[in-house]
């Protein structure tokens, strides 16, 4: 007779690889997964609040002159100059000015008492480095190399130092993070703090804001894809003695240039910041949300305007609108606060607030006024070149920067009539200090008043070699 024990050996061998061959196959994916998710905890922005660290110490208001440009688009960042201002209409450039090349990045100009600070990068494989410039006879005080990752140029404008009258901001990328540093007014390295990740290879356009005790960053990037927070950019404020990361608050919404801005509205100290499908409104203190409106931008390259109760923003490409929103919302506003929409699209800048109307330069050359209570057009302007910045005001005058270098002057109060055309080394190198016009190109610095224009830095910037 034949034993059995075999074939039972056999059968129970079989039943035994059979339960055990789907956890050897799952085995892979169950590590990838776990892989993944680790990741994803990894790679998301942590959030940081004012609550994490304790109080913050408090510091007095930065001191701005009225001469000062301390940073992006001015003091307010709305790029307005008072009103009884007395800059020139019409001039001509000294012969042999040169104007940014594509391999030359240069940031527009800070003013900060007799200071000019300005970031500059001959080409896209030298050293970025932080430059301190005389305001009276442009002579080169100092020099600083900056630490920087080598990331694709996304244009040649680097983003703008800002500067609390103590001392000046900027912002590189080292090693995947983006960072904030601070320097004396002297050039002496005051702090440096990672601010976050950078994960896109284009450098960042967005400047440092500064606000009360704090200087403020933010950068809109697309999540990872194993980012399972879909959170992939961040805001983060800083403080401006210690670089104490005050709090940090995770946004999603896809890749974004948008320059934050910081001012009293409704009674409350906000951060404005527009995006892909929103635009939101933030306490500037704690980084909390107050509230968002949605509209059409996908990709959002400027800042907003805003009055005491009112923001304004405007997106350019397919989507070629303009909002008014009610800035005393909370939560989603967009059914109960957005006050106006309008199918003008400004640039990639900002609007600008003049005499009542909103005013926006558009892409293919057309300046458009829109009444301020209701998005109607009050007039219309058509120039010849493109715009890829926000136009400049002076009372009612409007100074607009063409890609091409020109600058068109409007009178905004007289329906866009035209006052003057000149030239400029440039549409983003200008800043406004004391009734002067401050450009800056690699070949020098160039200050243009009523009484003409001066070239007061004859030779070129540091680290700049002719081509």
């Known amino acids: 007779m034949t034993p059995i024990l075999p074939f039972v050996s056999v059968r129970r061998q079989r039943q035994s690889l059979w339960r055990r061959w789907p956890w050897r196959a799952g085995a892979p994916i169950v590590a990838v997964m776990a892989l993944w998710w680790g990741l994803a905890g990894m790679s998301g922005v942590t959030v940081i609040t004012p609550a994490d660290h304790g109080p913050v110490l408090a510091l007095a208001e930065p001191f701005v002159a009225d001469s000062d440009w301390p940073g992006w688009r001015g003091g307010f960042r709305q790029g307005t100059v008072a009103a009884a201002s007395l800059l020139p209409v019409q001039w001509s450039l000294p012969a042999g000015i040169g104007r940014a090349t594509a391999k030359d ?3 527009p100009p800070c003013v900060a008492g007799e200071s000019i600070f300005l970031t500059h990068r001959p080409s896209e494989r030298e050293q970025t480095s932080l430059i301190c410039l005389d305001r009276n006879q442009g002579l080169l ?11 694709r140029a996304n244009s040649s404008v680097l983003p703008t130092p800002a500067s609390d009258g103590t001392r000046v901001f900027v912002t590189t990328v080292q090693q995947g993070q983006f960072t904030v540093s601070a320097f004396s007014m002297a050039g002496q390295p005051l702090w440096s703090r990672d601010a976050g990740p950078l994960s ?9 804001v500064v606000g009360g005790s704090l200087v ?18 961040y805001i983060a404020a800083l403080h401006r003695q210690t670089g104490q990361i005050v709090w940090r608050t995770p946004r999603s919404g896809g890749d974004g240039f948008a320059t934050p801005v910081v001012a ?19 306490d500037a203190d704690s980084g909390a949300e107050l509230w968002r409106a949605k509209w059409s931008a996908r990709v959002v390259e400027g800042a907003v305007a805003c009055d005491d109760q009112h923001v304004f923003a405007t997106v350019s490409g397919p989507e070629r609108e303009t909002v008014c929103v009610r800035a005393d919302g909370a939560g989603d506003v967009t059914e109960t606060h957005v ?11 900002a609007p600008v607030l003049v005499d009542g109307n909103v005013i926006v330069a558009q ?11 209701n998005g109607r057009v009050v007039w219309q302007q058509r120039l010849a070149q493109r715009f890829s910045t926000a136009p400049l005001c002076a009372g009612s005058r409007l ?12 009178d905004a109060s007289q329906h866009g009539q035209i006052l003057g055309q000149s030239r400029s080394t440039g549409p983003h190198t200008v800043a406004v200090s004391a009734d002067q016009l401050l450009f800056v190109s690699p070949t020098g610095l160039n200050m243009i008043t009523a009484d003409g224009p001066t070239q007061v830095s004859h030779g070129d910037l540091p680290g700049h070699s002719r081509r």
């Open 339 to 349: 006050v106006w929409r309008a199918k003008y699209a400004g640039s990639h800048g």
């Open 200 to 208: 896109r290879d284009v450098g960042p356009a967005q400047s440092p």
């Open 216 to 233: 403020y960053v933010a950068i809109d990037q697309k999540a990872a894809p194993w980012d399972w927070s879909a959170k992939g950019g």
């Open 141 to 151: 005080r100092w020099r600083v190399p900056l630490a920087s990752d080598q990331v």
């Open 264 to 282: 009293l509205l409704a009674g409350r100290r906000q951060l404005l910041l527009p995006s892909r499908g929103s635009l939101r409104s933030y």
């Open 363 to 373: 892409d293919d050359g057309g300046v458009t006024a829109l009444d301020r209570q």
């Open 399 to 410: 100074y607009c920067l063409d890609d091409a270098g020109g600058v068109t002057v409007l």
């Open 105 to 107: 990045s240069v940031s």
